[in-house]
C-alpha cells in the first residue's frame, strides 16, 4: 500500500482549473515531485521542490503544499493535459522514497 | 543531453533472476548530486519504486521487495543494474531508470523495458 493517497480519477473541462490533491504523513515534512504519464510514455516530472518547472514544463503547471497535502493546480486546462499524474517525496523516515497510486485526469 | 537507457531479456521464466541494465550517456554517472533508481509498472497499475543507488555504490531499497532486490553500479561503463530474484508473474511490469535528487525527484527517465514473467 502506498504512503501516499491520491484520488483514482478527475474531471475538469478544456479551460478550466483543476487541483490534483496528494496526502501522506511524510509531506509534512518534504516537498512533493508531481509527474505526468501519457498512455505508452514514461513519466515526465513536471514539479518538484516548492513549485518548480523543470525547462520546458507550462506555466499553467503549479504546486503548492498545506500540513499533509500536495496539490497540483493546472490553470486553464489543455487537451493535452489529459493523463495520469503522479506524485512522490520522501517516505516519512525520510531514507526512502514513495509514489502515489496516481490520478487519471480526464478534459472533458 | 543526459539519456538513460534500460536494457535486458524481456522474458523471465518464474523463480529465476530479472536482471536489467541501465546505460548513462551525455553525463557522468559519478555526479555527487545525483541518485540512480528502479521503478517499475505493472500493466494498467502505478508506479512502485524498487530502489536507488548512489555513485559511491550506497543503495536504498523498497521494504517489500529488499530481500529480493540488488543494485549496483559500474562507474567505468557508466551503468547501474537491477537483479530481483525469485520473480512471479507479479513482477510482470515495465522497468524504468531514472535519476533523481536526494528529495527524490525524478527528472531524468529512460523510456522503460517491459519484462515478462512466464515459462
Known amino acids: 500500500s502506498s504512503e501516499l493517497t491520491q484520488d483514482p480519477a478527475v474531471s475538469v473541462a478544456l479551460g478550466q482549473t483543476v487541483r490534483i490533491t496528494c496526502q501522506g504523513d511524510?509531506?509534512?515534512?518534504?516537498?512533493a515531485s508531481w509527474y505526468q504519464q501519457k498512455p505508452g510514455q514514461a513519466p515526465v516530472l513536471v514539479i518538484y521542490?516548492?513549485?518548480n518547472r523543470p525547462s520546458g514544463i507550462p506555466d499553467r503547471f503549479s504546486g503548492s503544499s498545506s500540513g499533509n497535502t500536495a496539490s497540483l493546480t493546472i490553470t486553464g486546462a489543455q487537451a493535452e493535459d489529459e493523463a495520469d499524474y503522479y506524485c512522490?517525496?520522501?517516505?516519512?523516515?525520510?531514507?526512502?522514497?514513495?509514489f502515489g497510486g496516481g490520478t487519471k485526469l480526464t478534459v472533458l | 543531453q543526459l539519456q538513460l537507457q534500460e536494457s535486458g531479456p524481456g522474458l523471465v521464466k518464474p523463480s529465476e533472476t530479472l536482471s536489467l541494465t541501465c546505460t548513462v550517456s551525455?553525463?557522468?554517472?559519478?555526479?555527487?548530486?545525483?541518485?540512480w533508481g528502479w521503478i517499475r509498472q505493472p500493466p494498467g497499475k502505478g508506479l512502485e519504486w524498487i530502489g536507488s543507488?548512489?555513485?559511491?555504490?550506497?543503495?536504498y531499497y523498497n521494504p517489500s521487495l529488499k530481500s529480493r532486490v540488488t543494485i549496483s553500479v559500474d562507474t567505468s561503463k557508466n551503468q547501474f543494474s537491477l537483479k530481483l530474484s525469485s520473480v512471479t508473474a507479479a513482477d510482470t511490469a515495465v522497468y524504468y531508470c531514472?535519476?533523481?535528487?536526494?528529495?527524490?525527484?525524478?527528472?531524468?527517465w529512460g523510456q522503460g523495458t517491459m519484462v515478462t514473467v512466464s515459462s
Open positions: 511524510s509531506l509534512r515534512s518534504y516537498y
Open positions: 543507488i548512489y555513485y559511491s555504490g550506497s543503495t
Open positions: 551525455g553525463g557522468s554517472i559519478s555526479s555527487s548530486s545525483y541518485y
Open positions: 531514472a535519476r533523481h535528487l536526494v528529495a527524490a525527484s525524478f527528472d531524468i
Open positions: 521542490g516548492k513549485n
Open positions: 512522490n517525496s520522501r517516505d516519512s523516515s525520510g531514507n526512502l522514497v514513495v
